[in-house]
């Protein structure tokens, strides 16, 4: 079974910083695209960031320049920097990860449970 744990969400105040991580477990074969979305109170989940297995990232629009994503392969963990946070990035931060569990599975979507970050003075 795969999981996937978050850790690294809390309240902090405008302009300043945290870090995200996500650490994959279980049986895992391959995996390939990791990332992070994002869903506030009343809107659509976003994606805020992704990274493939060749270290190629996107961002979206709104976090381009202030976040930045990275993983370390060895360990199965992707992590969200944060910076120069603003109250609109308030939101639930969810990980997503495609997974092989085995050779002859597949890739398979798997989610994280999701930890908060609010941005409040």
């Known amino acids: 079974q795969v999981q996937l744990v978050e850790s690294g969400g809390g309240l902090v105040q405008p302009g300043e910083s945290l870090r995200l991580s996500c650490a994959a477990s279980g049986r895992i074969y391959e995996i390939n695209f990791m990332g992070w979305y994002r869903q506030a109170p009343g809107k659509q989940r976003e994606l805020v960031a992704g990274?493939?297995?060749?270290?190629?990232?996107n961002y979206a629009d709104s976090v381009k320049g202030r976040f930045t994503i990275s993983r370390d392969n060895a360990k199965n963990t992707v992590f969200l920097q944060l910076n120069s946070l603003k109250p609109e990035d308030t939101a639930l931060y969810y990980c997503n990860a495609n997974i092989a569990p085995t050779f002859v599975t597949g890739l398979r979507d798997y989610w994280g449970q999701g930890t908060q970050v609010t941005v409040s003075s």
């Open positions: 990274i493939t297995g060749g270290g190629t990232t």
